[in-house]
């Protein structure tokens, strides 16, 4: 029986998004992610300084940051600890200004010894979207990357290519049959990237740090969303704004027998601290007050439930 075409021309989701982030106009060889969406690197040098600790507390000299940027934290764990090994994994070009102490490379190491870590990388990794149909069918869908409208491919039942991506729905996402509209964001695109990476880590640490889900608390109609110019927009894979989705963290998880625990948690037990200083220190030492009094300001952003402090972080030792 010969296959049946698919009865769209326009591409996956996937397809579509691959093109938008990293073809070569896309946003991330093109954009710098700075100007349109703010992170935990954003927020306060005070993360940095986290992660610096982290490295050091492990015995281990080197930090490679994946999907670097602009460099903003290898910049700054420069700044904290000169001694420190840093590479930066980043498609776009090497920053002129980045100091002649940090290496830059488009590609993965073979090999790592040291943390290897990735501040919302994973979201940003491109996966596949699938749809429950009136039947109760999943469907691929695809997507104009010109007007956002969209269209349901083949029922991925029928198609041979599609199983594996419905074997991880039905283990990872499962979609209710009589739920028709209902979607998810097949995460095994994310799984293989993040275990890609810590199967090149010889000795060390592997920490994915992203906002996501666990199978308890899928959103029923995915996650998909696009920034730019500091706010959320419209979301479009046209290579014009960032295009992300959350991460099911316990399917990455598990693929690479990462821990997953919260930011709060992590940070905190790495010494940030959201306590206000003495105020007998305002009359004592006025500048130090202030500047005590930022820092905690920027710890209690971090640490913030139902903000920063609720990111995931995926810790694997090797």
Known sequence: MPAVPPPTSL?????????ALYGERGFFRTQSPAGHFRTSVHASRLFAEAVARMTREAGLDTVVDIGAGRGELLVALHEIDPRLDLLGVEVAARPRDLPSG????????????????ANEWLDDVPCHVVEV???GELRMVHVDPTTGREELGNPLAHDRVAGSLQEWAERWWPLDPGEPGTRAEVGSTRDAAWASVVERVNRGLAVAVDYGHTKGARPPFGTL???RDGREVDVLPDGSRDVTAHVAVD???DRVGATLRRQRDVLTGLGVSG???PLDLAGTDPTGYVAALSRATEAVELTA?????????LVTER
């Open 102 to 117: 940090i290496a830059w490379t488009a590609a993965l190491p073979e090999a790592v010894d040291g943390l290897v870590v």
């Open 251 to 253: 399917a990455v998880a």
């Open 225 to 227: 969303r696009s920034y």
């Open 133 to 135: 149909d009136d039947d």
């Open 11 to 19: 591409p996956t989701w996937k397809q579509a998004w691959d093109e």
């Open 305 to 313: 439930e139902a903000g920063l402090g609720d990111f995931w972080w």
């Open 275 to 277: 306590d206000r200083p």
